[in-house]
């Protein structure tokens, strides 16, 4: 089945820097890949995906990139904010199973004033 | 709408013990299911279920069970309650044709 490895596992930077956040997927079939963001005690909550037939993807300060061959695909947040501190997880959908999230063990963002 | 609603928030169980920890939704979305959420391993898929009448595995389906009566509720069964299950539990439904995940405000479950 599936596998996500997410890295790193935490990950501090400086107000006003980038942060990006890596993953790796086992599943050559995956055609989906979301990103959410859960904030401390707070649910999980969408903020961006990609899917297989797209390189890229940008909302404002947000971008997902997707690499097929290699069978990763990454976070990038530019411009952080203080807001922005929070656990973030990746995860990838097999084609078979178009419901079946399987996640990576999440980032703990962490973006210091 | 309430969106997905789980009960209780917060549960201490004694090892042995059962209980049911619950879901609804009031979107009317066809698939629904339970993830366990742990230090350092993320979000584990316990079961889920794409309509009523219909459930399957995830990733760690021991010890849990599930049925889905309904479209609206999709409750979590610990029959004998286990130091090992103490987690966080989301319930999250989507429906026919997407893949974005609503989730549910969690349940913190200790089993002593």
């Given at each position: 089945?599936?596998?996500?490895?997410?890295?790193?596992?935490?990950?501090?930077?400086?107000?006003?820097?980038?942060?990006?956040?890596?993953?790796?997927?086992?599943?050559?079939?995956?055609?989906?890949?979301?990103?959410?963001?859960?904030?401390?005690?707070?649910?999980?909550?969408?903020?961006?995906?990609?899917?297989?037939?797209?390189?890229?993807?940008?909302?404002?300060?947000?971008?997902?990139?997707?690499?097929?061959?290699?069978?990763?695909?990454?976070?990038?947040?530019?411009?952080?904010?203080?807001?922005?501190?929070?656990?973030?997880?990746?995860?990838?959908?097999?084609?078979?199973?178009s419901y079946?999230?399987?996640?990576?063990?999440?980032?703990?963002?962490?973006?210091?004033? | 709408?309430?969106?997905?609603?789980?009960?209780?928030?917060?549960?201490?169980?004694?090892?042995?013990?059962?209980?049911?920890?619950?879901?609804?939704?009031?979107?009317n979305h066809e698939y629904?299911?339970?993830?366990?959420?742990?230090?350092?391993?993320?979000?584990?898929?316990?079961?889920?279920?794409v309509g009523?009448?219909?459930?399957?595995?995830?990733?760690?389906?021991?010890?849990?069970?599930?049925?889905?009566?309904?479209?609206?509720?999709?409750?979590?069964?610990?029959?004998?309650?286990?130091?090992?299950?103490?987690?966080?539990?989301?319930?999250?439904s989507s429906y026919f044709g997407s893949e974005?995940?609503?989730?549910?405000?969690?349940?913190?479950?200790?089993?002593?």
């Amino acid at each position: 089945g599936e596998n996500v490895e997410q890295h790193p596992s935490t990950l501090s930077v400086q107000e006003g820097d980038s942060a990006v956040i890596k993953c790796t997927y086992s599943d050559s079939a995956s055609n989906y890949f979301p990103w959410y963001k859960q904030e401390l005690g707070k649910r999980p909550q969408l903020i961006i995906d990609i899917r297989s037939n797209v390189g890229e993807k940008k909302d404002q300060r947000i971008a997902v990139t997707l690499n097929k061959t290699a069978k990763h695909f990454s976070l990038h947040i530019t411009e952080t904010q203080p807001e922005d501190s929070a656990v973030y997880f990746c995860a990838a959908v097999p084609r078979d199973s178009s419901y079946k999230l399987i996640f990576g063990s999440g980032t703990r963002l962490l973006v210091r004033p | 709408n309430a969106g997905v609603t789980q009960t209780p928030k917060f549960q201490v169980l004694k090892t042995g013990q059962s209980m049911t920890l619950q879901c609804a939704q009031d979107m009317n979305h066809e698939y629904m299911s339970w993830y366990r959420q742990d230090p350092g391993m993320g979000l584990r898929l316990i079961h889920y279920s794409v309509g009523a009448g219909i459930t399957d595995q995830g990733e760690v389906p021991n010890g849990y069970n599930v049925s889905r009566s309904t479209t609206e509720d999709f409750p979590l069964r610990l029959l004998s309650a286990a130091p090992s299950q103490t987690s966080v539990y989301f319930c999250a439904s989507s429906y026919f044709g997407s893949e974005k995940l609503f989730f549910g405000s969690g349940t913190q479950l200790s089993v002593l």
